[in-house]
């Protein structure tokens, strides 16, 4: 089968990865997490590598139309390697560039905490965050 990427509740973020996973010359790879995984957290869900394989398998069906289910299946968690924005992070974020605007502190924000978690945001923060540093202005 082709490279094949299946994304469940990873958002743009999500996206971002599954471009990433999709270069990876093997069988479908599914991505589950992001809000979908909060909700089940909340839900006091016990997390098991089943609940993931039957949500990858479920995604996989219903997106692909693959019923069969896989030879075989490795599971793998990493919690919190994405980071997602809360209500109020772009008023944060504004405020603390102001903040340190006003003050004339020597920091610059720039990463995938500040204004986008995908690698081209990352770049393109860190690229305007050496101008900014360098005394010139960001060329957007």
Not at 15 to 29: F, G, V
Request: proline share 6%; hydrophobic share 40%; net charge positive.
């Amino acid at each position: 089968m082709g490279r094949t990427v299946v994304v469940l509740g990873g958002g743009i973020s999500g996206l971002a990865a599954s471009y990433h996973l999709s270069r990876a010359p093997c069988p479908p790879k599914v991505m589950l997490g992001g809000s979908w995984l909060q909700t089940l957290e909340a839900r006091g869900s016990v997390l098991s590598q089943e609940l993931f394989q039957q949500q990858a398998q479920q995604a996989a069906a219903a997106q692909l139309g693959l019923k069969e289910p896989p030879s075989h299946c490795l599971v793998h968690l990493h919690k919190n390697c994405i980071p997602q924005y809360t209500l109020g992070h772009w008023q944060k974020l504004e405020a603390a560039t102001q903040f340190l605007a006003s003050q004339r502190l020597p920091l610059t924000l720039a990463g995938a905490s500040y204004e986008g978690v995908a690698v081209n945001d990352c770049i393109e923060s860190g690229r305007q965050a050496a101008a900014r540093a360098l005394g010139s202005e960001p060329n957007s």
